[in-house]
């Protein structure tokens, strides 16, 4: 049996799923769970618009932790609002254009209160991993965008400021790192107009060493290899890591940012970069204050 403060030194798969993480969420004692009122929603239980109008999730718990009160019922609180209860039941909703979704509690002393209904992560069509398969990487189709000196890459349906003669056709125009012409390795024409083109830093599909240690609502995670790295099942923090000795490419929802040695950077969860090792600190639940909805 794993216990919570014990730390397993293992080299995994890139793309193997690690339920460490959610065996912790599983097992936080009651006196763990009283000091953290409340535990995130799963992953698949989100809003995708800003006020979660569109919710017709299963949670029926609030941001504090309470119990919702079912909407066919008036106990312990009176209202208006009458849904179907087979279909809503006792769950989070935002049908009157609130912040987002919320409940009347089963709390006689608490009327209303918000749940902690995350965003969706946004969808990615062409959903790979950042890494190649082989030494040229010809068969390469990620997203890696920065050559190895860091320079961002031209666009390959322009031809400023560098003219070529490969014009790839995808989807949508993009600006990603390829292999058209069977180099030694990925690449890209480069927005630098003194540089024409650079290799692109696209690692190996090989295992990354990481260690992890997972103490109450709090995982620490240490990955080093060159290699490609994603956020568990489980993490508050969605993420991609591409990862050298000599520096780490992070890619959140909102940014991607190139850490050197010494480097640091505090987003959804905060990762520092020292000696080819990336430690990423990551709050695997979270404590609210209770936040009470007006009428």
Not at 191 to 216: F, G, K, L
């Amino acid at each position: 049996m794993m216990h919570q403060s014990s730390i397993a030194d293992e080299t995994y798969n890139y793309n193997r799923i690690d339920f460490r993480i959610i065996q912790a969420l599983m097992t936080i004692t009651t006196a763990q769970a009283k000091s953290c009122s409340h535990i995130l929603p799963p992953p698949e239980q989100c809003r995708n618009t800003e006020k979660g109008e569109d919710y017709v999730g299963k949670w029926s718990k609030t941001e504090t932790g309470k119990n919702c009160q079912r909407w066919d019922q008036q106990y312990p609180h009176t209202h208006a609002f009458f849904l179907d209860g087979k279909d809503s039941e006792n769950y989070c909703r935002n049908f009157d254009g609130s912040s987002r979704p919320w409940c009347y509690t089963e709390d006689p002393y608490t009327e209303r209160e918000y749940c902690a209904i995350h965003k969706c992560a946004p969808e990615d069509p062409e959903d790979v991993d950042e890494c190649r398969k082989s030494a040229k990487g010809t068969e390469y189709k990620g997203r890696i965008s920065l050559t190895q000196t860091g320079r961002t890459c031209q666009y390959w349906e322009r031809q400023y400021p560098h003219k070529h003669p490969f014009s790839i056709s995808f989807k949508t125009e993009h600006n990603y790192c390829r292999n058209p012409d069977n180099s030694g390795q990925p690449w890209c024409y480069t927005n630098d107009p003194t540089t024409r083109w650079e290799y692109c830093q696209i690692p190996m599909c090989a295992a990354c060493s990481v260690r992890e240690e997972i103490v109450e609502c709090k995982a620490t995670v240490r990955v080093s290899g060159s290699c490609f790295y994603k956020s568990k099942v489980g993490s508050s923090c969605v993420y991609t890591v591409q990862l050298s000795d000599s520096q780490a490419i992070i890619k959140t929802s909102t940014q991607e940012m190139v850490l050197t040695n010494g480097g640091n950077l505090a987003e959804c969860a905060i990762f520092t970069f020292n000696d080819g090792t990336l430690k990423i600190e990551d709050d695997v639940c979270k404590c609210f204050e209770a936040t009470v909805v007006n009428k």
